[in-house]
């Protein structure tokens, strides 16, 4: 089955602080995203990549950084944290039409 | 701004009972359309899709039904167990190498 781990599973940061979450796929696709989920807003892609070194935009991603450093390894980066940016954050993978989710990061920025 | 909408934001059924989830696309060239169910403390995990070819996608308890025309579709669910309670998610897309938009989701809670 397919796996999608992410790391930290919880995390508090105050404003301002640097933040960095971790995504790892042993799936071999080609596809990684970043989601955040909110309440009303359902699941917001932030950032995408099809590959090693390559990185899309999403839809929501100002305040967001993201770099994709090997077929397996997706990193999200929130260098000035904001309370707007407490959210549930979802990392995922894909090499054809699904797509398959971690467990999720909460991150609470206070 | 939301392409993909859902509704209701929440659903109560009594267990046996159908429970009807409503999903609404503004794109025309969106042609893939996934179901995903969520449980809490869990990702979103595929349940069924369908594609724009098919106006209708079966599996076990579990319906697509889908009307291109009007950019609709629901998600029915039949004889509603107490272990469907988890929040739904519709999605789209478009050709391959775009990526799927979600629906705010629809919280679903099956009474026994």
């Known amino acids: 089955e397919a796996a999608v781990t992410q790391s930290p599973r919880n995390k508090v940061t105050v404003t301002g602080g640097n933040v960095t979450l971790s995504c790892r796929q042993t799936?071999?696709?080609?596809?990684m995203y970043w989601y955040r989920q909110d309440t009303g807003h359902g699941l917001r892609l932030i950032h995408y990549s099809y590959g090693a070194g390559n990185l899309q935009i999403g839809d929501v991603p100002d305040g967001y950084k993201a770099t994709r450093t090997t077929q397996e390894d997706f990193f999200l980066l929130l260098e000035l944290a904001s309370p707007s940016q407490t959210s549930l954050y979802f990392c995922?993978?894909?090499?054809?039409?699904?797509?398959?989710f971690g467990k999720g990061t909460r991150l609470t920025v206070v | 701004q939301q392409q993909v909408r859902q509704s209701p934001q929440s659903l109560t059924v009594w267990e046996g009972e159908t429970a009807i989830l409503n999903c609404s696309y503004e794109d025309s060239t969106f042609n893939y359309f996934p179901w995903y169910q969520q449980f809490p403390g869990e990702g979103p995990a595929l349940l069924i899709s369908?594609?724009?070819?098919?106006d209708k996608k079966e599996d076990g308890r579990f319906t697509i039904f889908f009307n291109k025309r009007e950019k609709k579709l629901s998600l029915h669910i039949t004889d509603s167990q107490p272990g469907d309670s988890a929040t739904y998610f519709c999605?789209?897309?478009?050709?391959?190498?775009?990526?799927?938009?979600f629906g705010t989701g629809t919280k679903l809670q099956v009474v026994p």
């Open positions: 369908i594609s724009s070819v098919s």
């Open positions: 995922a993978s894909s090499g054809g039409t699904e797509v398959f």
């Open positions: 799936n071999s696709h080609n596809y």
């Open positions: 999605a789209a897309s478009g050709n391959s190498g775009t990526y799927q938009r």
